[in-house]
């Protein structure tokens, strides 16, 4: 069945980097478009970024711009997340979601249809 599993969250001080990972299985990744959402105590899921089957296009909220980082590794079915100067608002456990399209333009939830557990991202002030 398909199935996406999220790793490299963790503990880490202010300014600090982390990687995400997001590996999927039991579909071929290469063809859709992948994105990460966050959701922290209290507040709604909100999308971080997404990046397209080709890896062409890729799309950041200006909350993340300029600071995290998305790519993938198609023949590993692997996408990543590079996140650095990262601050305390970044908190949150951490989600990868793969669309059905090879790119989409509403950066909802509902443009995703496959998602994994998510991936505990703590930082320290």
């Known amino acids: 069945q398909v199935q996406l599993v999220e790793s490299g969250g963790g503990l880490v001080q202010s300014g600090g980097s982390l990687r995400l990972s997001c590996l999927g299985s039991?579909?071929?990744?290469?063809?859709?478009?992948v994105g990460w959402f966050r959701q922290a105590p209290g507040k709604e899921r909100e999308v971080v970024s997404c990046i397209s089957a080709n890896g062409g296009n890729t799309y950041y909220a200006d909350s993340v711009k300029g600071r995290f980082t998305i790519s993938r590794n198609n023949a590993e079915s692997t996408v990543y997340l590079e996140m650095n100067k990262l601050k305390p608002e970044d908190a949150a456990v951490y989600y990868c979601?793969?669309?059905?399209?090879?790119?989409?333009?509403?950066?909802?939830?509902?443009?995703?249809?496959?998602w994994g557990q998510g991936t505990q991202v703590t930082v320290s002030s």
């Open positions: 039991g579909f071929t990744m290469e063809y859709f478009a």
């Open positions: 979601a793969a669309s059905g399209f090879e790119w989409i333009t509403t950066m909802t939830e509902a443009s995703f249809g496959a």
